[in-house]
């Protein structure tokens, strides 16, 4: 409160001036077919309001968009390691004002010990260095616009970064102290694990949470893909600074890193500032491998009661192939997208808009590296549990029997592509991509590969990833009213 209060009208003109450059603005409209506009008009109206709320009362008499030659498509990725094993790949954007950086750690979650270790340290990595407080790091991110965050996922804990290209390099530094000179204060982790397990809690509010932790819990009893919920609750107070900085010494080593940069920045400074992360470190032989997933021996049900609860949420599972396995994968995610993606899917339409069952439904396959899973779910009124049950069976039956329509494959088709063109929208989403896709094994080319990979799916491949997939044991749980 005290930087708001702080706040005042030239500042907040000058910082206007900075981050709005009137000569790269695009306006896109969408108008009515009979509607003409007209943009020079429309141009410099825009820009008069922009000018008045920087405060400058001069502009150009004219206002130029300059046509960009190469789209982000068309820059190439470049993949870089460093003698110290940090993979680096980037891809600068010269026409932007930004750079969005992702680090992957690879295990995350899938390499954890102790049920929560990954969670906890992710929550605790920004909670202080050897020269930084926590308040410090707050206030000298904000005061420069710039982002910084940390989560843990399945298969890698993730830092995230944002700043525009001027403060990159200030970003590094920072992240070089957080990285390298974290303070784990004890008295921080027990914080965070009070944080973590109100959180826990808190899920337990959405009944459809519940259901997809009891799934999770059995369809990876053993294997830490699983370790969420009830499991991390029993072992969070068992996590001491000690199992932290275990996990932290043996997976924070830049041969076990993953650096994606996208945006307006210097491939050679950024490396080279990269390298100053670690600068007298040679690359060590890395082990991060979860352990692989057991396959599921027998269907199993799991029911769970709720007091004050009106409708049933079902989610029914099945283990199914990682990334790496490109042709079932590839077709698994048009089967998803088929299936249970958008209110063009077989169980919108004939779940929610036929019969009438369904609040909500849908359905879900993860990328992992190892074993992921494909979920189908439906929140749906207690009196429905019987035609639910029903209609889910035959949805199965009907993709395991039945080639899919030359139609319908190519719609699910363009929408996944699409989807996937639109989620590139971003610096942000692009370092994702690319960071992700090298983390899992699949290599960074695979986000240009994926939208092939999508187009030369054929029917007979969906049949064959259905037969192969949902003839296997599954897992079905539910939260029902009290």
Request: proline share 6%; charged share 20%; glycine share 6%.
């Amino acid at each position: 409160m005290h930087n708001v209060e702080n706040v005042t009208l030239p500042k907040v003109q000058a910082t206007l001036k900075r981050y709005l450059d009137l000569n790269k603005v695009v306006m896109v409209e969408l108008l009515p077919g009979k509607l003409h506009a007209d943009i020079n008009s429309e141009t410099k109206a825009n820009s008069s309001l922009v000018e008045a709320a920087c405060g400058d009362k001069s502009r150009p008499e004219e206002i130029k968009f300059p046509l960009q030659k190469k789209s982000a498509e068309d820059i190439p990725v470049e993949k870089t390691v460093l003698t110290n094993g940090m993979t680096i790949l980037t891809k600068p954007l010269k026409t932007s004002r930004t750079v969005a950086l992702k680090i992957f750690i690879k295990g995350g979650q899938g390499v954890e010990t102790i049920p929560g270790e990954s969670a906890l340290l992710s929550s605790v990595l920004m909670q202080g260095t050897q020269s930084r407080t926590a308040t410090e790091i707050s206030q000298e991110l904000e005061s420069r616009g710039m982002n910084l965050s940390v989560s843990s996922g399945d298969d890698a804990i993730e830092i995230t970064g944002t700043a525009i290209s001027g403060d990159l390099s200030d970003l590094l530094l920072m992240l070089s102290d957080i990285m390298t000179h974290p303070k784990f204060d004890p008295s921080e982790i027990e914080k965070k694990k009070e944080i973590l397990h109100q959180s826990i809690q808190a899920s337990r509010d959405t009944p459809s949470s519940v259901a997809f932790e009891n799934l999770d819990l059995l369809m990876y009893p053993t294997h830490p893909y699983g370790d969420i919920g009830k499991r991390v609750e029993a072992n969070l107070d068992k996590i001491t600074r000690d199992n932290i900085l275990d996990y932290y010494h043996r997976y924070f080593q830049p041969a076990n890193m993953v650096v994606s940069v996208v945006g307006n920045f210097d491939p050679i400074t950024l490396k080279h500032n990269l390298a100053a992360f670690y600068p007298d470190q040679t690359a060590l032989p890395m082990t991060t491998e979860a352990a692989p997933v057991p396959p599921l021996v027998r269907d199993e049900t799991v029911e769970q009661s709720k007091p004050r609860l009106s409708a049933i949420w079902m989610a029914e599972g099945w283990l199914a192939p990682p990334i790496h396995v490109t042709k079932t994968y590839a077709a698994l995610k048009v089967m998803d997208a088929m299936l249970g993606s958008g209110m063009s899917s077989r169980l919108f339409v004939d779940l929610r808009e036929k019969q009438g069952l369904a609040y909500v439904v849908g359905s879900l396959y993860p990328s992992r590296k190892q074993d992921s899973r494909f979920v189908i779910y439906i929140g749906t009124d207690p009196a429905n549990i019987s035609k639910v049950t029903t209609g889910f069976a035959d949805e199965i039956k009907r993709l395991k029997n039945e080639p899919v329509s030359s139609k319908e494959l190519e719609a699910a088709k363009s929408k996944l592509i699409g989807s996937f063109a639109l989620q590139h929208n971003t610096n942000l989403n692009q370092a994702y991509y690319l960071g992700l896709y090298e983390t899992l094994g699949a290599g960074y080319a695979f986000d240009k590969q994926y939208p092939e990979l999508i187009k030369q799916v054929t029917a007979a491949d969906i049949q064959q990833a259905a037969q192969t997939v949902l003839n296997q044991p599954h897992i079905i749980s539910i939260i029902k009213p009290e």
